[in-house]
């Protein structure tokens, strides 16, 4: 694996081949240490190829959830990118970033950035992929603890988020049951 990766080219190179967790760890080192256009990145995740756009997902995930403070100039072009994901793979990422990005642990940085931060395209997708039956359990159980963490800040959500969780834990999975039982003690 070349640690010269510059492109969004050569990116997509890298992540045409064989892929696995450790790949995507020595990707994570090699794309801060080049100083790799986080921008590119998110928009590799918009890739065609759905396998491409995938590890892109992925490999986002891990590059900004490393070190969300070194990509903050990127925050807001992350943000505004978040309504446009479509594949049911990286969906399953931006969420889980976006839960960890809104969390009351989040890096005080990063909170200062999405208190900036006009969240109401993230909110409303948020909700759609809550309400979409065709969406991944575990997409939902990241936007609901985002939801979760946004309450404060829009209280109109708590009641919202308190109506779809009943709504899903009728007959949802061990997942949402156990998410939603917690989310709805804590509303």
């Not at 995930?61 to 049911?88: A, M, Q, S, W």
């Not at 939902?140 to 988020?161: C, G, M």
Request: glycine share 2%; with cysteine.
């Amino acid at each position: 694996m070349s640690n010269q990766i510059v492109t969004q080219a050569e990116l997509i190179q890298q992540l045409s081949a064989t892929f696995g967790k450790t790949k995507v760890n020595k990707l994570a080192v090699i794309l801060k240490e080049r100083k790799f256009a986080l921008r590119d990145l998110i928009d590799t995740t918009f890739n065609t190829n759905k396998t491409i756009a995938f590890r892109a997902a992925w490999l986002l995930e891990n590059v900004f959830l490393d070190d969300p403070g070194f990509y903050l100039t990127d925050l807001d072009y992350l943000l505004t990118r978040f309504k446009d994901v479509i594949y049911p793979s990286c969906q399953r990422h931006y969420a889980k970033i976006m839960m960890h990005l809104t969390s009351p642990k989040a890096p005080v940085q990063i909170k200062e950035q999405i208190q900036l931060s006009g969240m109401e395209a993230v909110i409303e997708q948020c909700f759609d992929w809550m309400i979409n039956p065709k969406v991944l359990i575990a997409v939902k159980v990241h936007t609901a603890e985002t939801l979760f963490n946004l309450r404060d800040r829009y209280p109109w959500i708590a009641e919202e988020l308190a109506n779809q969780l009943q709504f899903l834990m009728k007959n949802g999975s061990a997942a949402i049951q156990v998410r939603g039982r917690k989310l709805l003690a804590k509303l």
